[in-house]
């Protein structure tokens, strides 16, 4: 199956600043998740975005999707040492069983 | 409540030999999936659990892989015949359903040496 894809591979960013990572994906999806990982072990998920929505927030969290061009966002405001993580964009596929995860975003936020 | 928990934290073994790794998943929670991450990777889709329903195994990278879930919860993921390249961190996640918000296990790191 087909992945989603983040770009930019690696992020480094100082405390404070915003963050925003992209995904991209080639197949029609009931929903895009994202997931951040820390130190290579369990991922926690962050934010789920139906198709059929635009935008959505959680707490400093902010998702688009654009179902057009395939695409999601997500942007972390105001970053601190602690969102230090790599996060994964994952798509529910139409006809598929499963998530597909895209290859993950490192993040490194400088104090 | 708890949520999902896996076993061993850590395996090493030795090139040809077995291994079983358990996942817990969370209770009540009918949809059970198996990953793999090798090294700076993304997750390696192995095999997903449904209710009852036949498990979808597209994912195992081999007939070494199999796994089975029992009584609709526990399941083991077992390798057969380790090899080097089967090093990596297993990842086992439930769900209440197909589609939702999947919950990780803290995974299992293994080595093959």
């Known amino acids: 199956s087909q992945q989603g894809e983040e770009d930019p591979q690696a992020l480094s960013i100082q405390e404070g600043e915003n963050a925003t990572m992209n995904c991209s994906y080639k197949t029609s999806i009931n929903n895009l998740q994202w997931y951040r990982q820390n130190s290579g072990r369990g991922l926690v998920h962050l934010i789920l975005?139906?198709?059929?929505?635009r935008e959505k927030h959680s707490g400093r969290l902010r998702v688009t999707l654009d179902t057009s061009k395939k695409s999601s966002s997500l942007l972390i405001t105001a970053s601190r040492a602690a969102d230090t993580a790599s996060y994964f964009c994952?798509?529910?596929?139409?006809?598929?069983?499963?998530?597909?995860f895209g290859k993950g975003n490192q993040v490194v936020v400088i104090p | 409540g708890a949520g999902v928990s896996q076993s061993p934290s850590n395996k090493v073994t030795e090139k040809g030999k077995d291994v079983e790794l358990r996942c817990d998943p969370i209770s009540g929670h009918t949809a059970l999936y198996w990953y793999r991450q090798s090294l700076g990777q993304g997750l390696e889709f192995l095999i997903y659990f449904q209710g009852n329903s036949a498990p979808d195994k597209s994912g195992l990278p081999s007939d070494r892989f199999s796994a089975e879930r029992t009584g609709g919860s526990v399941s083991t993921l077992t390798i057969q015949r380790t090899q080097q390249e089967d090093s990596a961190v297993y990842l086992c996640?439930?769900?209440?359903?197909?589609?939702?918000?999947?919950?990780f296990g803290p995974g299992t790191r293994l080595l093959v040496l």
């Open positions: 996640a439930s769900s209440p359903g197909q589609g939702r918000t999947q919950y």
């Open positions: 994952a798509t529910d596929e139409r006809g598929n069983n499963r998530l597909a």
């Open positions: 975005i139906r198709s059929n929505e």
